[in-house]
Structures are given as C-alpha cells and as structure tokens.
C-alpha cells in the first residue's frame, strides 16, 4: 500500500506523513525500511516512548491535539506540530523550544469540519495570534502552513469545499503575513478517505494512518 500511495503522489508536490499511533514499532519499521521518514503520532506519550526506541532520522510529527502541560516532553526532537490551536500552545511550544535551543516548526490548526468537536482556529483568531506583540517576540518557533480534517462525511462535495476553504485560509495568510516567506508552504490535508481529494486541492502532507497499516480496530 505504501508503494501504491507513494506512486499516487509521485507526480504531485505532496508528502506522506504516515500515521502510526497505536501501531506497534515493528509496523513503523518495516515502512522505515522501505525509505519512510515521516512518521505522525496524536499522543505524546505514545510519541515519547516510540522516538526512544526507534532510529533517530525518523522525523515525528504530532498531528493530534496538544495540552500545553505535555510540550515539554516532545521539544526535544519533534520534527513538526501540526495542531497549533491557541497563543497560548504557540508560546508554550516556543518557551520550551528555547530550552532545547531549537527551533521547531509548526502549523495553525482551522476548524473547517461541520463536527463541533474538532480543534482548530478561525481565520479571524489566527489573524489575532499573528498580529500580537507575544508572537513577534517568539523566536524558537516558525509557523511554516496550515492543518484542517474535513468532516467524516460520504458528502464530497462537502469535504472538497471544505479543504478549498483550508486552501483560501492558506492563500490569505500567505499574502497578509508570509509574502517572501519561503517556508510558509505547507497545506496539511487528507486522511485516508479524502487524501485524494486533498491532493486536488492543493494539499502539501497528507496524513494517513488506516489505510497504510490496517484499521485499527
Ligand atoms: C488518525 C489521524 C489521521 C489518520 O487517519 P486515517 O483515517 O487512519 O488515515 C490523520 N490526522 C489526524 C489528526 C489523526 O488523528
């Protein structure tokens, strides 16, 4: 399946992050061995314990929801954060990241599903975080695109509008905020029932778990 998908993208500028959580290290190693790097994990726990045990060029990207409280524990070496929902996460990621003396990437997480359950900002709050005097003090952190999930839905006329609007976001920021800036290019969409789609619209990391490793039951 990776072979598959990896083909699917080939001709696109789009990257797998491929989803690991609750698989176990020997899954993540045999697609280690086919060449995989990018390995995404939604629990900190979970991702600390793995990144311990596993070669140390896989580059971990947290994609799930992050309490500021738990940050302190990835800093060290996470690759990317995709879930960037709130200032106060944004300062918490760039505080611990000056403790490590690095500087880690990260994405502003929009609410685009119709669910009301999922995270993620609105155009408005994301404007509001970037135009603050906290964020043009915050040097260990580098806000390098966006990251939105399309509701669970068969209704894909649904789920495109709904990354074209995650594309619109992207595009708005991009002129506002980012002009000039090269490493502000990433448009994080598309799990395994809307990767495809996703690519249409303009996706840069599509991020699929069940359909590389199996469901997870
Ligand atoms: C689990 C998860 C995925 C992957 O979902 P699949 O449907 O298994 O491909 C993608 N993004 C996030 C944020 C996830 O939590």
Do not use: C
């Not at 395994?192 to 199996?214: C, H, N, P, Q």
């Amino acid at each position: 399946m990776l072979d598959k998908i990896l083909n699917e993208l080939a001709e696109t500028p789009t990257r797998l992050v491929a989803v690991s959580k609750t698989k176990p290290n020997s899954a993540i190693e045999e697609l280690y061995q086919k060449g995989q790097r990018i390995f995404g994990e939604n629990r900190v726990q979970e991702l600390v314990e793995k990144e311990a045990s596993l070669p140390k060029d896989i580059q971990w990207h947290l994609i799930g929801h992050l309490q500021t409280n738990k940050v302190k524990y990835i800093a060290p070496f996470v690759a990317m954060i995709h879930s960037i929902d709130s200032q106060k996460l944004l300062q918490e990621v760039n505080k611990q990241a000056a403790k490590q003396q690095r500087i880690i990437e990260v994405l502003l997480q929009f609410h685009i599903a119709q669910e009301t359950s999922k995270f993620g900002l609105n155009l408005s709050e994301a404007k509001t975080l970037l135009d603050s005097e906290a964020y043009a003090k915050m040097d260990n952190i580098r806000i390098v695109g966006v990251m939105g999930m399309a509701s669970f839905s068969d209704d894909l006329v649904l789920v495109r509008q709904e990354f074209k609007n995650l594309k619109s976001h992207f595009d708005r920021l991009k002129q506002d905020y980012f002009l000039g800036d090269e490493n502000f290019k990433e448009i994080s969409m598309g799990m395994s029932g809307d990767y495809k789609i996703a690519v249409e619209e303009g996706s840069t990391l599509v991020r699929i778990g069940s359909l590389l490793f199996g469901s997870r039951g």
